[in-house]
């Protein structure tokens, strides 16, 4: 095995296809799809895009000019008349847009396109009153409630540029995306509900403009969530409902063109300091509706579709607010977290509303694993026929636990790989064709060109593994970095010379060609001279009946070069000892070979996750040799680093 690529260590061998009776209703069940979309890409696209309403029909379907791409040149459409009026016209006005649920159980709205079209047109005329016009950028900050999609379907209509910031950060991290987009106004609440508490969400705004460098907010726009006391201050602060009162409903969409910006946003910031990734119109929407029309098997008429992620990630972004509103389907929002009142409160929410299609990440079904099957047991989950994932590499006893106990062994899965760079799907199996391996994302959509290559760009053969690119341009990828297109260049655009984008996660094709990720490339270890991936380790880990969640690191280590370093979350009521941890050394030894026996395992009720829930294997390293945390701006659990700290010291 060669220094320039990594080791396939992890064996599976279950496939799951289709059932029958799925595969002939789906929307894609002639896997001559993939042929005629690699054949001429453009030409697949052109007709994705087609399924939106444009305003002036594109010119030309590509430029490239490495590493800068322009999609559906000199085509004009606005993403609130896709989202909204066209279905209006269409008589879908009365049709369910958003089942809101709010974390207090009892408070739950029904949100039609119709209601939903008036909202956004009103608070579009709130904007322009404000002095927002095209390209101005505005900040939200915003918890899961449904003024945060209206707030950004209204800058979508006026052509302002929206950077939402997840309502988990802190005063800091708001006021450096304030900055670095230079935003102008902000929209907040006075609080968030978590947990039965609330949390001050206008004082961390005020706090946020305090610190930022810019001086330039001069309006904040306040919605009454919780209740809870706040300054308002004169002349810059005003109240949601006041500023709505009397605002008309009537505010024309203004024609974009397909490269105008629609959004900055920054990522989860796992491997470091958060890059603003700018989205454009005309190829984002065309790519997120298409897959989130073939990868769900979406019926808009009959699917009722819940994504639980928050809006504040890409996750959000693409598939609760602008794809399905946009594929005229019905979705579920939920405000809160999957543990209140009780441990059920997803399963009560799918069974209430029928729920056909969940989407979720890896890390909360772990925490479901965690918990026990008594919860999903409770209630009827028969109404799901689509589930997906995304997020991080999901364990193939993840999978299992999901399409046994949430699935009931009949919804296909669909692990879906993609980033807020790519802005949709990228590598992901279709439910109808895809014969699912459990832990594979499978299959490049229709039209990716995604290649494992080795160091050198060469691509690695069936059974190997390497670098995952993506070898053409695609739709709803990234324009650049805000502010900073050389950073752009330098961090997809680099590695592999400026055509081939790099995305910095480890992957390998197993013996059928399909695409197993693999996690950071940063995180690969290197033990003896053999470069194995976190993720293959820590899916031997969770394939112990007694583990929930694992994260594995490669610490500096004198003999071997580095040595494997595990961090253990263990299920229901298994109890740590040294008993368990040999054995489960053991047992990585026999999954996938002595040489990714771990050499020490820590066990912990939780790992270091960042706010959108992955976990930060970089912190873990740290801990593991002992130097100094970097960047930690966006982790959610600071406790447990701490008491791993204490844990690591006291070895
Ligand atoms: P930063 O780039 O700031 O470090 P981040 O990469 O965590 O943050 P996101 O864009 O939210 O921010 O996450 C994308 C990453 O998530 C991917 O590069 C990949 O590592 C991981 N990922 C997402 N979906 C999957 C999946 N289905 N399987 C494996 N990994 C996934
Ligand atoms: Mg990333």
């Known amino acids: ?167 988990g950060f802190s005063s ?33 705004v005020d706090a946020g403009i305090e610190r930022a460098e810019s001086d330039r907010v001069s309006t904040v726009i306040v919605v009454n969530r919780t209740g809870t006391d706040v300054d308002m201050v004169d002349g810059r602060d ?76 890409v996750t959000g972004h693409s598939y609760i607010v602008y794809a399905p509103l946009a594929n005229g389907a019905t979705s579920v929002m939920y405000e809160g977290t999957p543990d209140f009142p009780d441990k059920d409160r997803f399963w009560d929410i799918v069974d209430r509303y029928d729920v056909s299609i969940l989407y979720t990440a890896p890390t909360a079904i772990r925490a479901f694993m965690k918990w026990g099957t008594e919860y999903p047991e409770r209630h009827d989950l028969t109404s799901l026929r689509v589930l997906g994932t995304v997020g991080e590499p999901i364990n193939p006893e993840a999978w299992m636990w999901y399409h046994r106990h949430i699935g009931g062994e009949s919804a296909p899965i669909v ?42 760009g060469k691509e690695v053969g069936n059974g190997e593994g390497g670098y995952l690119v993506i070898a053409k341009p695609w739709p709803s990828m990234l324009r650049t970095i805000w502010g900073d297109d050389q950073r752009y260049r330098d961090t997809y655009w680099s590695r592999f010379g400026p055509d081939t984008y790099f995305a910095g996660d480890g992957a390998k094709l197993d013996e059928d060609g399909n695409i197993w990720l693999l996690g950071r490339v940063d995180d690969v270890m290197n033990i003896s001279g053999h470069r194995l991936s976190t993720t293959e380790v820590e899916s031997a880990l969770v394939d112990h009946p007694s583990v929930a969640e694992a994260a594995v690191v490669g610490r500096a280590d004198d003999l071997t070069g580095q040595a494997i370093s595990a961090f253990v979350t263990l299920r229901g009521t298994h109890e740590p000892s040294e008993d368990l941890e040999a054995e489960l050394k053991a047992h990585v030894a ?42 930690a701006t966006t982790l959610a659990n600071p406790d447990i680093v701490n008491a791993l700290q204490q844990a690591a010291r006291g070895r």
Not at 438 to 446: D, I, K, L, N
């Open 1 to 167: 095995m060669s220094e320039s690529s990594l080791e396939n260590l992890y064996h599976e061998g279950r496939a799951f296809p289709p059932p029958d009776a799925f595969a002939a209703q789906a929307n894609v069940s002639d896997d001559g799809v993939y042929e005629q979309a690699a054949k001429d890409p453009e030409a697949w696209w052109a007709q994705q895009a087609e399924h939106l309403r444009w305003t002036t029909p594109w010119e030309q379907v590509l430029e490239w000019n490495p590493p800068h791409a322009k999609w559906f040149v000199g085509g004009q459409l606005n993403i609130a008349d896709n989202c909204l009026d066209r279905h209006l016209e269409a008589g879908r006005g009365d049709r369910v847009a958003y089942y809101w649920e709010g974390e207090p159980a009892d408070e739950r709205r029904t949100i039609t396109y119709a209601e939903l079209h008036e909202e956004v047109c009103r608070f579009a005329n709130v904007l322009k009153a404000r002095g927002v016009g095209k390209g101005d950028r505005v900040a939200i900050y915003l918890p899961m409630i449904p003024e945060l999609p209206v707030a950004m379907l209204a800058c979508a209509r006026i052509g302002a540029i929206h950077s939402v910031v997840f309502a």
């Open 172 to 204: 800091q991290a708001l006021a450096d995306r304030i900055d670095d987009a230079d935003a102008r106004l902000v929209i907040t609440a006075d609080g968030a509900n978590r947990r039965g508490n609330t949390i001050g969400l206008k004082e961390a």
């Open 238 to 313: 005003v109240w949601w409902h006041d500023v709505m009162d009397g605002a008309s409903a009537d505010c024309p969409a203004e024609p974009m063109d397909a490269e105008d910006v629609l959004y900055i946003l920054y990522t989860s910031g796992t491997t470091g300091k958060p890059k603003g990734i700018v989205h454009t119109t005309g190829g984002y929407l065309t790519q997120t509706t298409a897959t989130h029309r073939l990868t769900f098997d979406l019926k808009p008429e009959t699917d009722v579709y819940w994504c639980a992620a928050d809006i504040g990630w």
């Open 415 to 456: 692990d879906t790989w993609w980033q807020t760079e790519t802005g949709g799907h990228m590598i992901t199996p279709l439910p109808g064709i895809t014969h699912a391996r459990p832990g594979s994302a499978m299959t490049a959509f229709p039209g990716i060109d995604a290649r494992v290559v080795d160091i050198e």
């Open 590 to 631: 026999e999954v996938i070979g002595k040489i990714a026996r771990p050499a020490e395992i820590y066990f912990t009720p939780d790992l270091p996750k960042t706010r959108s829930g992955k976990i930060m294997r970089r912190l873990l390293k740290q801990i593991s040799e002992g130097s100094d945390l970097g960047d």
